[in-house]
C-alpha cells in the first residue's frame, strides 16, 4: 500500500462497505448487551449515535485519509470505528466481542488502553477534537524548527453536542489555530444531545463561528435525491418549508409513516394545505417522498467525496465540513428523540441482517479478499504509524550548576533552573507554554533567550525602546503563549506531550499557570493525562501564602489533585536545589518509556532561607525525589523519649521555615520534634503500596508510637493519611477553607499553620 494516487472510488462500492460498517458496528453493541452479565447492569454502547457518523467515517477511511492524517473520532461513534478497523484488518472478530470488556476494546477510542489502533484519545466533551488543533500545533512546531512533518494532518469526526462545551470555542479563538491548514474536522449534525432535540438556532450559529474564527466551512445540508427535487421548478415553497422547519418538527417527520409525510409537509404552519408544495412531490409515491426526505448530505456519499475535494483545495486553512445526519440512520431507532440510549432488539437485529444482506451465520465475517470491496480496502494507504525517532534524545545534564540567591522562592528557582537550560543543548528540545501569565511566572528569562514561537513572523514595534521581556515573534521561538484559557493549556500540553511519539522527535513541554487555575482547566488536564501525554506543569504561586490576592486566587484543593491524578508524579519542593532536581528528574520521566510520567510542580512566591537547607549531596537528592527527608533529628538530643516528650513534624515546601521555628519553639518547652520535609506527598501515598514503604523507612523502628503534626499550604487531608500509615495518632494543618486578603503572618496565624500553631497542635497530642 502507498500514497500514490488512486482512481477515483466508486460509490456504489463504498455504499456497500458502509452497510457492513453499519451491521458491525450495530452487531457488537447487541453482543456487549447480550453476553452474559454479572453486574446485572446495563452495558450500553451508542446504536444510535454511532449509526451517524457510518456514512461520514466510510468515506474518510475508504477514500480520503492518507498515511500522514491522525485521526480522533467522535466517542459515541466507536463502534464505527472499530468495524472500520476491523474490516482494514487491524481487529480481529473476537476483538470486537471484547466491546467493553476487562482488557478489551473501550467504550471510547482510547490510545493508552489500544494504542495498536487509536491515534488519539477522545471523550464526550470535544476535549478529542480540540486536541487535535493543538496536535496540529505541535506538528508545524516541529516542522518549523526541525524540518520535518509528521503527521501531516489531524482530522476529527465531531458530535454537534459536542460542541455544546465552552472549551471548543476556546481553542478556536486561539489566533495561531486559525492559520494551520493540517486540519479538517466533520461535525455530525444529527440534531439530537443525550436528552433532547438541539435549538434550531445551533446549526446557522455554527457555520459562523467557524467562518469567523478562520475556518473554512462546507456545509452538507441536502442529499443528492433531495437536492434534485428541491431545483425543479416550482418547488421553492418546499424548500423554504423544510429549510424553515425546526429540528423538532422536522425529527418528527422522519418518524412518521409514509402515507403521512405528504399531509406533514404541505401542511403550512397556520394549519393550511399548500397546494404548491403538494405538487412538487405528487409524482413521488408516499415511500419514495418518505426516503427523499430522509435524504441529508451527511449520508450521501458523493456529496461527502465532493466535501472531501473542496477541503483539499482549501488546503491553507482549516476546514470543517458540518453534515446533516440521522441519529439512528438504517436502524428502527433512526430519528427517534430518546433513541439515545436506545437498543435493538433480537427480532429487530434479525431484521436489519436481512435488510443488509448479511446470510445467517456470517454476521462477523469480513469481505473476502477476492471481492470487489476486499480488494479496494487492501489497495488504501497504510494506517498512521508512529516515525521511528528522527532526532536523537538529547543528554540530560545531572546538575545545572546553577547558583541560588541566599533567600529564593520556589518559583523564581525554577525561572533560574529554565535560563539556564535555555543555553544547554537540551534546551532546544524544551518549548514552554503560558496562558498569558509566562513573566508572572518566571519565563522572563527564557523568552528573552528563546523567543516566542509564531508560524510566521512578526515585527516587534518596541525593538527600539527598553523592554523588560523582549518579545520577539518568530517560526524559531520556543515559547507558545496562549490566552487566558486553561483548557487550552493542558490540551496544547497534551498535544506537545505527545509530539515524541507522533512527529519522531522529543521534546519537552513545560506549561506555566496559576495554580489556583489548575481546577478551572481539570477536566483538560484529565484528558491530556489519559490521552498519554507527557509534559510538566508548573503551577504558580500556590496557597495563602499569596496573602494579598484573597481567596479567589489562593488554592487549596491543588495538593489533592496532585495525588489523584494518574500518570502525574507531584512535587512542591522547599528549598531552590530541590527545585532543580525535581525538574531535571521530570524532563528524564517524559522519555523514559512506558514507566515514564508527567510532573506537576506546584511553587511559591514566598521567599526562603536557603541556609534551612541541608548540604548538597547525592543522598539528599535521592530523598528528595522519593518523596521526602529528614531536616531536624531530635533522636540524638539528651532527654530525648518516644513515648513522652517526642514529636515528628511533617512540612511541605514553603511551611518549612515555620515547622523549623516550632521545632524551636517545642525544645524551649521541653518537647523535641523531628523534622521531615516532604517534597511529593503523592509519592510518599503511592510508595505506601510498596512492600517495604519509603515512608517506613524515612521514621526509623524507635519512633513508631511518635505522633505527627502536619502542615502543608493547601488543604489539611493531602497529608492526612500518614498518621494511618504509621499506626500513631496525626493533627494534619492546612487551609480547610476558603483564602482571603491580608498579610501572611495573619493568614498563617488565622488557618493555624504558622509556628505557634504546629508547636499548639503538637501540645494537644502531648496532651501537655
Known sequence: MSDEPAPPPDPALLEQIQRRVLWLSTLMVHHANSRPNPDGTKIGGHQASSASVVSLMTALYF????????????????????????????????????????????????????????????????????????????????????????????????????????????????????????????????????????????????????????????????????????????????????????????????????????????????????????????????????????DVGGHDIVKILEAFAEARRHAGQPCV????????????????????????????????????????????ERFPDSSPEGKWIRARPAPFRSPARRVEAPELPETLEESYPETSSSQEAFGRALSRLARLPVGA??????????????????????????????????????????????????????????????????????????????????????????????????????????????????????????????SVITPGIGIALPALAYYEPAFALEVEWVLLDGLRGLLDGERGESLYLRLSTKPVAQSLAPAASEEYRARVLRGGYRLIDARAEPGWDPEDNAVSLFAVGVMVPEAVEAARLLRAEGILASLFVVTSPDRLYRGLRESRPYLEQLVSSEEEGVPIVSVLDGHSHGLAFLGSALGVPQIPLGVDHFGQSGARSDLYAHYGIDAAGIARAARILLAR
Open 63 to 294: 477514500a480520503e485519509l492518507r498515511s500522514g492524517d491522525v485521526v480522533a473520532t467522535k466517542a459515541h461513534g466507536s463502534p464505527a470505528f472499530y468495524a472500520i478497523e476491523y474490516l482494514r484488518g487491524r481487529l480481529s472478530a473476537e476483538d470486537l466481542r471484547s466491546l467493553r470488556v476487562f482488557g478489551g476494546l473501550q467504550a471510547y477510542p482510547s490510545r493508552r488502553k489500544n494504542p495498536a489502533i487509536v491515534d488519539l484519545s477522545t471523550g464526550s466533551m470535544g476535549l478529542g477534537a480540540a486536541s487535535t488543533l493543538f496536535g496540529a500545533l505541535a506538528s508545524r512546531y516541529v516542522e518549523d524548527h526541525w524540518e520535518t512533518r509528521s503527521p501531516e494532518r489531524f482530522v476529527a469526526v465531531v458530535g454537534d453536542a459536542e460542541l455544546d462545551e465552552g472549551n471548543v470555542w476556546e481553542a478556536l479563538l486561539e489566533e495561531p489555530l486559525g492559520a494551520l491548514g493540517n486540519v479538517l474536522w466533520m461535525v455530525d449534525i444529527n440534531r439530537q444531545s443525550l436528552d433532547r432535540i438541539t435549538p434550531d438556532s445551533r446549526p446557522r450559529q455554527l457555520a459562523r463561528w467557524f467562518d469567523a474564527a478562520g475556518w473554512h466551512v462546507i456545509e452538507l445540508r441536502w442529499g443528492r435525491r433531495l437536492e434534485a427535487l428541491l431545483g425543479k421548478p416550482g418547488s421553492e415553497r418546499l424548500r423554504e418549508r423544510l429549510e424553515t422547519m425546526s429540528n423538532a418538527e422536522f425529527q418528527a417527520l422522519l418518524r412518521k409513516p409514509a402515507g403521512a409525510v405528504r399531509k406533514t409537509l404541505a401542511t403550512l404552519r397556520d394549519g393550511q394545505l399548500s397546494a404548491e408544495i403538494d405538487r412538487a412531490f405528487a409524482h413521488l409515491s408516499d415511500e419514495a417522498l418518505q426516503a427523499t426526505v430522509a
Open 321 to 364: 465540513v458540518l453534515a446533516q445526519t440521522i441519529k439512528g440512520w438504517g436502524l428502527p431507532m433512526a430519528g427517534d428523540p430518546m433513541n439515545h440510549g436506545a437498543l435493538l432488539t433480537a427480532t429487530q437485529m434479525e431484521s436489519l441482517r436481512d435488510s443488509l444482506g448479511i446470510e445467517s451465520g456470517a454476521e462477523w
Open 429 to 554: 528540545h524544551v518549548v514552554t507554554l503560558s496562558a498569558d501569565v509566562a513573566v508572572t511566572t518566571h519565563l522572563g528569562a527564557w523568552i528573552t533567550r528563546t523567543g516566542v514561537y509564531s508560524p510566521t513572523a512578526r515585527p516587534d514595534f518596541f525593538a527600539d525602546v527598553p523592554q523588560a521581556v523582549p518579545w520577539r515573534e518568530s517560526p524559531r521561538g520556543r515559547h507558545i503563549e496562549l490566552g487566558i484559557a486553561e483548557h487550552n493549556l493542558f490540551l496544547a500540553l497534551g498535544a506537545f506531550g505527545l509530539a515524541t511519539e507522533l512527529t519522531g522527535v522529543p521534546l519537552f513541554p513545560i506549561g506555566t499557570l496559576y495554580d489556583p487555575f489548575v481546577t478551572r482547566g481539570l477536566d483538560a488536564l484529565y484528558h491530556a493525562l489519559y490521552a498519554g501525554g507527557r509534559f510538566i506543569v508548573a503551577a504558580t504561586p500556590s496557597g495563602v501564602s499569596l496573602s494579598p490576592e484573597g481567596g479567589a486566587h489562593q
